[in-house]
């Protein structure tokens, strides 16, 4: 079990950058293989033409809002507490570990979630 625990945050990455090369996979088979009737390319290039929010929208703004994290968490660390773990207080509330960089990444996604609805057509 311990073991599971040490490898945890890799296997996360390792399923995160499988994830998205996969989804670059399917992106570049709808843009660039070809278009024939039936064919995996004019399935998925259908399936982002129809809902372009949910199909590129979503994931470009979950990476977005990692990437926003990310440089806010490099340009900005935050302080330690006395045992070493980050803390910092926000809106009244604490957050210690990883519960700040994670809201963080909640509520700007969840901003250009929003953004994403108010502009679609």
């Not at 843009?31 to 998925?44: D, I, K, M, V, W």
């Not at 806010?72 to 570990?97: D, W, Y």
Request: net charge neutral.
């Amino acid at each position: 079990m311990n073991l599971l625990i040490e490898y945890a945050p890799t296997l996360a990455i390792a399923v995160v950058g499988v994830g998205l090369l996969g989804y670059a996979v399917a992106v570049a088979l709808a843009a660039f293989a070809s278009g024939e009737q039936g064919t995996l390319s004019a399935r998925l290039r259908g399936w982002f033409e129809t809902a372009p929010a949910q199909n590129l929208g979503l994931p470009c703004a979950a990476i977005s809002a990692f990437a926003i994290v990310a440089v806010l968490l490099r340009a900005f660390p935050p302080p330690s507490n006395e045992n070493g773990a980050f803390a910092f207080k926000a809106f009244g509330l604490e957050f210690t570990g990883p519960s700040g960089p994670i809201t963080l990444w909640v509520i700007c996604f969840l901003a250009f979630v929003a953004a994403l609805k108010l502009l679609r057509v």
